[in-house]
């Protein structure tokens, strides 16, 4: 009987053995995962705070304001991107060729070089990018407002 109770622990060992391994070699490979690259901040819940740590402000030539490009953060996913908002409708836009690109909000992650954008429809304000994983890297947000009279350009820090 004692054999029995001997082969049964040694069957029950090498069971969590192996069993153990696949848990270590599955969450090794889903650290090197970013499961919230391209997620949608506004129907994504993380929990954690939202917040804004940079923003950069668009101006015209003139040196008047046009509009601001944030640089968002959310502490529970570890993640950023970013959101653009124009002082005023974006105008007739879809033609860079002629000097008139849509307005465009970019988040850019240092590390790799991931980058995801949006762009101002016409008629409207603001528009804000998908989420980028920032966990233990850096990123920044960038701001375009291609008009008739040159584009306009702004940067965020990184953070």
């Given at each position: 009987?004692?054999?029995?109770?001997?082969?049964?622990?040694?069957?029950?060992?090498?069971?969590?053995?192996a069993l153990?391994?696949?848990?270590?070699?599955s969450?090794?490979?889903?650290?090197?995962?970013?499961?919230?690259?391209?997620?949608?901040?506004?129907?994504?819940?993380?929990?954690?705070?939202?917040?804004?740590?940079?923003?950069?402000?668009?101006?015209?030539?003139?040196?008047?304001?046009?509009?601001?490009?944030?640089?968002?953060?959310?502490?529970?996913?570890?993640?950023?991107?970013?959101?653009?908002?124009?002082?005023?409708?974006?105008?007739?836009?879809?033609?860079?060729?002629?000097?008139?690109?849509?307005?465009?909000?970019?988040?850019?992650?240092?590390?790799?070089?991931?980058?995801?954008?949006?762009?101002?429809?016409?008629?409207?304000?603001?528009?804000y990018?998908?989420?980028?994983?920032d966990?233990?890297m850096?990123?920044?947000?960038?701001?375009?407002?291609?008009?008739?009279?040159?584009?306009?350009?702004?940067?965020?820090?990184?953070?």
């Amino acid at each position: 009987m004692p054999s029995i109770v001997r082969s049964a622990a040694k069957i029950g060992a090498a069971s969590l053995m192996a069993l153990s391994a696949v848990a270590l070699s599955s969450g090794s490979a889903q650290a090197n995962t970013y499961p919230y690259d391209g997620a949608d901040p506004a129907s994504t819940y993380c929990g954690g705070t939202t917040s804004t740590p940079y923003s950069s402000t668009l101006t015209w030539g003139d040196g008047s304001y046009a509009g601001t490009v944030y640089l968002r953060y959310n502490s529970g996913c570890r993640t950023v991107w970013a959101k653009i908002v124009l002082a005023s409708p974006q105008d007739a836009c879809g033609n860079a060729s002629a000097g008139m690109a849509c307005a465009e909000a970019v988040v850019h992650r240092n590390d790799d070089g991931a980058e995801m954008s949006c762009y101002v429809p016409q008629g409207a304000t603001s528009c804000y990018t998908a989420m980028l994983n920032d966990a233990n890297m850096s990123s920044h947000a960038e701001g375009f407002l291609d008009t008739a009279y040159g584009t306009r350009y702004a940067q965020t820090s990184d953070y």
